[in-house]
């Protein structure tokens, strides 16, 4: 698990420091600076006389910590430090306090301040470490903050990843070789809208399945783990074909959002439990890999409408599968990204392309090579910038 950086950098020895002061009265904005001087800081300080005056600042420029007056021309107590921390939440805030408001202070503290000065009664080593200790305890407080988000993640996605990339369900000694791989479109991010799912039924055939959901994020997801369960449910029922797409529809557009438009594309093959053919219904989805030891071709047999597009018939392909080959269902994820040093996108072609010279390797080193080789083809562009699933399906036994 990776933990994102908290937007706040450690103090270094030697490192000056960047403060604003937010002060109205001069005197004391002299004090200050002079506190700092007799503490041998090296602190470089801006001054800002109204809180108005501060918000331009920050906008301007990001300092290592504010210095915050409660008692400001345009704003008092806990409505000062709101108006800042609305503007830089992760900029450490110490506020000051007169005698008679050292209440403040301490409701500073419950409102997200790192620390409180009373007026008259801070000394030169006092301020420095009170500026100091705010920023680490700052960044201290973002780096629990990312971590906690960063386990929140990771929870959600393994949730996610049950629903979406199951276990496939296969009998005892089915003879059945199974690959799957799933990469999401960047790092941290919570798995999309593709799925997959294998399962054989007792007749002894095996039933594969790839989808894609439209789109990214909670919604998608979401939708894609319905379909999926959906669609194994309906297989062991009997239902095939254009039937089960069908109810695949139905499921679609009721759990997807209200008025959202969203559609989903599904590829389901069926390996006859003789190992001699498999039939195909494709829902909007793109073709398919043949892959043996010496060659990789395309197929894409004729296809039906995408889920969501109020389809009716979707055809089913019978198809020869000869021995020691296995079909690569895969999400156009893998080559709809740009390729090269342009905007020519990888395409079908240019994948095929990278599968040929990869065709010598077994089931499973293939697949993990035609991601790398397709990730490396979109390098320039920063890497493959969608969800990828594919899975690879070869009866071993015949």
């Not at 950098?9 to 009265?25: F, I, K, R, T, Y």
């Not at 008092?76 to 900029?91: E, F, M, T, Y």
């Amino acid at each position: 698990m990776r933990v994102l950086t908290p937007d706040i950098a450690p103090v270094a020895p030697g490192q000056q420091l960047h403060l604003l002061l937010v002060e109205d009265d001069r005197e004391d904005a002299i004090l200050v600076e002079e506190l700092i001087a007799d503490a041998n800081a090296d602190i470089r300080v801006v001054v800002a006389e109204t809180v108005a005056d501060a918000e331009r600042e920050l906008a301007r420029a990001r300092p290592d910590c504010v210095l915050l007056d409660l008692n400001l021309p345009d704003a008092n107590g806990i409505s000062a430090l709101d108006r800042i921390a609305k503007r830089g939440d992760h900029i450490p805030v110490v506020v000051l306090t007169g005698l008679a408001d050292e209440h403040f202070g301490v409701s500073a503290l419950a409102s997200g301040a790192q620390d409180y000065l009373v007026k008259g009664r801070v000394e030169p080593e006092m301020l420095r470490r009170a500026l100091l200790y705010a920023i680490e305890r700052k960044r201290a407080e973002l780096t629990s903050a990312a971590l906690r988000s960063s386990q929140v993640t990771a929870l959600e996605n393994a949730r996610l990843a049950r629903g979406l990339l199951p276990t496939p369900l296969l009998m005892d000694h089915t003879g059945v070789e199974i690959e799957a791989q799933y990469q999401p479109s960047h790092e941290n991010a919570l798995l999309g809208g593709d799925f997959y799912d294998v399962v054989e039924t007792p007749d002894g055939t095996v039933h594969v399945m790839v989808g894609d959901v439209a789109g990214h994020g909670p919604d998608a997801a979401a939708l894609g783990v319905a379909l999926r369960i959906g669609w194994r449910a309906l297989t062991f029922v009997g239902l095939r074909g254009s039937e089960r797409m069908m109810q695949l529809e139905r499921i679609l557009r009721a759990e997807r959002p209200v008025s959202s438009g969203i559609f989903a594309t599904v590829l389901s093959v069926a390996l006859a439990p003789d190992g001699l053919g498999f039939t195909a219904v494709r829902a909007g989805h793109p073709g398919m890999l043949l892959h043996g030891p010496d060659s990789v071709e395309w197929l894409e047999p004729p296809a039906g409408p995408a889920l969501g597009l109020h389809g009716t018939k979707w055809p089913v392909s019978e198809l020869e599968l000869p021995a020691g080959r296995g079909l690569v269902l895969l999400t156009d994820g893998i080559f709809e990204g740009h390729a090269g040093d342009g905007n020519q996108r990888l395409g079908e072609e240019g994948l095929l392309e990278l599968a040929r010279p990869l065709a010598p390797l077994p089931g499973r080193e293939f697949v993990r090579a035609l991601i790398r080789a397709a990730d490396d083809a979109a390098r320039s562009h920063g890497g493959i910038s969608d969800d990828v699933a594919v899975v690879r399906v070869e009866r071993t036994r015949r």
